[in-house]
């Protein structure tokens, strides 16, 4: 049995950072590709940021270049750097290991002054 586990989010000013992890376990991500999402309040889930086996990337146009996720498999962690961070960026983050359609419980990012 496969899980994922957020940590991370925070209440963060406008323009600030953070660090989310997603730490998997009951199998190895590193032949996997991996996912970050996000739910606003009274919004859908949308996809925030993918990352491939050889660690190639790909961003939602909202974040692009200002949020970047890596991968480390030693670890068996997925990061997502947010940095410049908006107030539109406040959401509920979700990891997911669409191979095995997996999903964390989630960890809240809150951008406010």
């Known amino acids: 049995q496969v899980q994922l586990v957020e940590s991370g989010g925070d209440l963060v000013q406008p323009g600030g950072s953070l660090r989310l992890s997603c730490v998997a376990s009951?199998?190895?991500?590193?032949?996997?590709?991996m996912g970050w999402y996000r739910q606003a309040p009274g919004e859908e889930r949308e996809w925030v940021a993918s990352i491939n086996i050889d660690g190639a990337t790909k961003y939602a146009d909202s974040v692009k270049g200002r949020f970047t996720i890596s991968r480390a498999n030693a670890k068996n962690t997925v990061y997502l750097q947010m940095n410049s961070l908006k107030p539109e960026d406040t959401a509920v983050y979700y990891c997911?290991?669409?191979?095995?359609?997996?999903w964390g419980q989630g960890t809240q990012v809150t951008v406010s002054s």
């Open positions: 009951g199998r190895s991500i590193a032949i996997y590709p």
């Open positions: 997911r290991w669409a191979a095995y359609n997996t």
